[in-house]
T-cell receptor, first 113, second 111 residues
Framework: EAQVTQNPRYLITVTGKKLTVTCSQN?????MSWYRQDPGLGLRQIYYSMNVEVTDKGDVPEGYKVSRKEKRNFPLILESPSPNQTSLYFC????????????FGSGTRLTVV | DAKTTQPTSMDCAEGRAANLPCNHS???????VYWYRQIHSQGPQYIIHGLKNNETNEMASLIITEDRKSSTLILPHATLRDTAVYYCIVRVHNAGNMLTFGGGTRLMVKP
């Protein structure tokens, strides 16, 4: 089944403890991206990647890192999480050169205490 | 990407057609209209897209006005499971960035 898989679905962590949220897609998509969603602020893009080893900042990149070493994976790294990074996170992927919709993962609900 | 304007919320009776409007008066010639929806706290789901012709798929129909300044997403027989936030997005399909989501329309389908 074509899908974007995020793990974990839920995570509670403490301030300052490094964590990684994984994202994997099986559709050979060039594009991958991370969004966060907060009440009243909607979906905001954190980072995106146009292909392997190509990443760029979105609207709210502070406090996050990403890497794209393989086409299928695009992990989101929080080196030193803070409570203001408590949010619902979504990974998405799509084709760059075709007019298709993008596919989103099921989300990761992160709580930083 | 062109800016879009959608109503904040709408109601629809179950079994009736839901017509969700979107204004995109500054759309340029190579920009497509995409529709996504997000059912509570799930990942956004792609519904349909179009350039200038009307489009239909198994989920919905998309009607784009001749001047392309507005469009309407039609769910022909809304069900309770169609209750969601619907986002209209206008963009060039191979832009160097992904989707920018606005506020969307919160559709409530009522029994």
């Amino acid at each position: 089944e074509a899908q974007v898989t995020q793990n974990p679905r839920y995570l509670i962590t403490v301030t300052g403890k490094k964590l990684t949220v994984t994202c994997s897609q099986n559709m050979n998509h060039e594009y991958m991206s991370w969004y966060r969603q907060d009440p009243g602020l909607g979906l905001r893009q954190i980072y995106y990647s146009m292909n392997v080893e190509v990443t760029d900042k979105g609207d709210v990149p502070e406090g996050y890192k990403v890497s794209r070493k393989e086409k299928r994976n695009f992990p989101l790294i929080l080196e030193s999480p803070s409570p203001n990074q408590t949010s619902l996170y979504f990974c998405a992927s799509g084709f760059f050169d075709r007019v298709y919709g993008y596919t989103f993962g099921s989300g990761t609900r992160l709580t930083v205490v | 990407d062109a800016k879009t304007t959608q109503p904040t919320s709408m109601d629809c009776a179950e079994g009736r057609a839901a017509n969700l409007p979107c204004n995109h008066s500054t759309i340029s010639g190579n920009e497509y209209v995409y529709w996504y929806r997000q059912i509570h706290s799930q990942g956004p789901q792609y519904i349909i897209h179009g350039l200038k012709n009307n489009e239909t798929n198994e989920m919905a129909s998309l009607i784009i006005t001749e001047d392309r300044k507005s469009s309407t997403l039609i769910l022909p027989h809304a069900t309770l499971r169609d209750t969601a936030v619907y986002y209209c997005i206008v963009r060039v399909h191979n832009a160097g960035n992904m989707l920018t989501f606005g506020g969307g329309t919160r559709l409530m389908v009522k029994p």
